[in-house]
């Protein structure tokens, strides 16, 4: 029994068509500045015989598209991951809750100074502690007896992820003249990542990914059930916890600087897994890369839909594609979710 | 060396409220050992000892000579294999990758399956007799065809001993038979040592060489299916008026359940 194309060939076919997206969003994506240079400038930038203007522009905007790079890429491998570890195709770094745990610490770090840590250090620290409270919380409470049920994972995420956000609604409501700040950092926005925080979301997000690479094979047996993973001889609980941990750093990091952005880590990991099946030693590496594509992709995309009003939030980009597609898995996909 | 699983004044305790009690069992080489006892018995508790995805509050498992409590789980992996209570699996993998996770316990953390282990896959298939269906996805099968592709993957582990809990519940009963037969027949042609957990009377008496009866988390009486199903050690038991009979049609034991004993 073979289906057409076969599986080496899908991989191939799918891998190609990541790459090819992956390297042209960059180049458009590069090509929004201040003002709009063309493709072809940004080719001669690269190829390093651009004006000098244009290089300062494409320098500058690379700092957006890498970060967008990087966050799309976590978030992306969070989502595989979690969903793998809930053994449930819902789950991710936003619909968990985790995202509002991480903008609780986050906005506590802007809006507060603490002495002697420079705000690009203390922020995603304090981000990912909070995370690791929200992730801890829900998990706690939604995942019982081994399983987690859909209603009880997507019910918990909201009502943490509700207080949470609640938290952060009252910081910003005191937050006087950084209030601006806030509100923009929190729609989920690229614009502000420099050189200094692309130091920090880098280390964390390659950290997070290569912990999950590792575990890839490991979460394979976990996604057919703790006890066969067990049976196979995995330490399931370490196994767990390691994971977790590196969800959390990595969801951390991109918060931190770019807000909470939704439904990348749902979407991304889903589609890959329809297209090449769930083994995870492919899906991992293929959704970190194709989550770095469609983030770019949508930071392109923000650039041009609000031309009176600059760059739309690239967090309401991605709710506006991503939450029909989350209705769409409720209503078409019942029977994968686990919703009888 | 004899190959033996042995079982020493196992004690475990979950949360403080004893789940057995000072269990002792040895099981020879080759044997299809059955554990029987009614539902919250202690039974299936034993069973996850034995390879250690429980750990004991005390007493010891021994695996040929080996403390499995001094073993890595990995390495226990690699002699025991086990088939656990069937489970909905939800995503779309197809049977021969379930199978070839069997080869987990021999690889390094980054290296895939190799032309040698993908030869054991395949034979697990054919001993299965799923390997016509090996592209098909485990979402997408029968509870039968799912339970002998766990099977399968255990068989893959080319273990020594094959730990099975409850494998025919939810099963047909024609297919109950099925997994059975087959696990009995590869017990005889590869000296497998089949532990099956069940509360199946008849099933058990049919297949078992040898039964423990488990009993208030305690091992009541282990031997032969004669010695240990007397009709006063099931009416303790279970509560049932039964006794072991000999099937005319096919020469095999079997259980009558007259009724509940009053």
Redesign the interface.
């Known amino acids: 029994m073979s289906r057409i194309p076969g599986k080496r060939g899908r991989i191939l076919i799918c891998a190609a068509a990541v790459s090819v997206i992956l390297v042209l969003a960059v180049l458009y994506d590069l090509t929004w500045a201040t003002y709009r240079i063309s493709f072809g400038e940004v080719f001669d930038v690269i190829a390093g015989n651009g004006t000098w203007g244009n290089r300062i522009l494409v320098k500058d905007n690379a700092q957006r598209v890498l970060t967008g790079a990087l966050v799309g890429a976590g978030l992306a491998a969070c989502g595989c991951v979690m969903q793998a570890l809930f053994r449930n195709p819902m789950a991710s770094p936003y619909i968990l809750g985790l995202s509002s745990g991480a903008s609780l610490g986050a906005a506590v770090g802007l809006l507060f100074t603490i002495p002697f840590i420079p705000v690009a250090v203390a922020t995603p620290i304090l981000a990912f502690v909070t995370c690791l409270a929200t992730m801890f919380i829900v998990y706690g409470i939604a995942h019982v007896g081994g399983s987690s049920h859909t209603e009880t994972l997507l019910l918990t995420g909201i009502a943490v992820s509700a207080m949470m956000s609640a938290v952060v609604s009252f910081l910003t409501f005191i937050a006087g003249d950084k209030m601006e700040d806030i509100v923009f950092w929190g729609m989920g926005s690229l614009e502000r990542a420099e050189w200094a925080d692309i130091a920090v979301i880098t280390p964390m997000v390659a950290a997070g990914i290569a912990v999950m690479a590792c575990y890839s094979k490991s979460l394979n047996a976990i996604m057919i059930g703790d006890s066969h993973a067990m049976d196979l001889g995995i330490e399931v609980g370490k196994t767990r916890l390691i994971l977790l941990l590196a969800s959390t750093l990595v969801t951390a990091a991109a918060v931190a600087f770019v807000g909470a952005i939704g439904f990348v880590g749902l979407i991304i990991p889903h589609i890959f897994r329809i297209i090449l099946g769930p083994d995870n030693r492919l899906l991992l590496p293929m959704s970190a890369f194709g989550g770095a594509a469609f983030l770019i992709l949508c930071d392109y995309l923000a650039h041009m839909v609000t031309p009176g009003y600059g760059v739309l939030p690239i967090g309401v980009l991605t709710a506006l594609v991503g939450a029909p597609y989350f209705i769409y898995l409720l209503r078409r996909r019942r029977n994968e979710v686990g919703w009888s | 060396m004899v190959m033996t699983l042995e079982v020493r004044d196992l004690e475990f305790r979950y949360r403080e409220r004893p789940v057995l009690d000072g269990a002792s069992l040895e099981i020879g080489e080759g044997e299809v050992f059955g554990i029987l006892g009614p539902n919250g018995c202690g039974k299936t508790t034993l069973l996850?000892n034995l390879?250690r995805?429980l750990r004991p509050s005390a007493g010891s498992v021994i695996i040929d000579g080996q403390d499995v409590s001094e073993m890595?789980?990995?390495?226990?992996?690699?002699m025991v294999?086990?088939v656990?209570?069937a489970?909905?699996?939800?995503?779309?993998?197809?049977v021969r990758?379930?199978v070839a996770?069997?080869r987990?316990?021999f690889?390094r953390?980054?290296e895939?399956e190799s032309g040698f282990d993908m030869q054991i896959v395949d034979q697990a298939l054919k001993d299965v007799g799923l390997y016509?269906?090996?592209?098909?996805h485990?979402?997408e099968m029968s509870g039968g065809e799912r339970q002998r592709v766990?099977i399968a993957?255990?068989l893959a582990?080319t273990p020594k001993y094959l730990?099975m809990d409850e494998p025919t519940n939810h099963l047909d009963v024609n297919m109950q038979f099925e997994v059975l037969d087959l696990v009995h027949r590869l017990s005889r042609e590869k000296g497998l040592t089949v532990v099956i957990v069940s509360h199946d009377l008849p099933m058990a008496s049919r297949y078992c060489d040898r039964i423990a009866l488990i009993n208030e988390h305690k091992v009541m009486c282990c031997g032969t299916p004669e010695e240990v199903l007397t009709p006063e050690n099931m009416r303790a038991v279970f509560n049932v008026d039964a006794e072991l009979s000999v099937d005319s049609k096919t020469g095999k034991h079997t259980v009558l359940l007259h009724g509940v004993s009053y």
């Open positions: 996850k390879n995805n890595a789980k990995k390495d226990i992996a690699q294999a086990a656990p209570q489970n909905e699996i939800r995503f779309a993998f197809t990758e379930i996770m069997g987990m316990p690889q953390y980054f895939g016509d269906m090996r592209d098909f485990i979402n766990i993957r255990a582990q730990l």
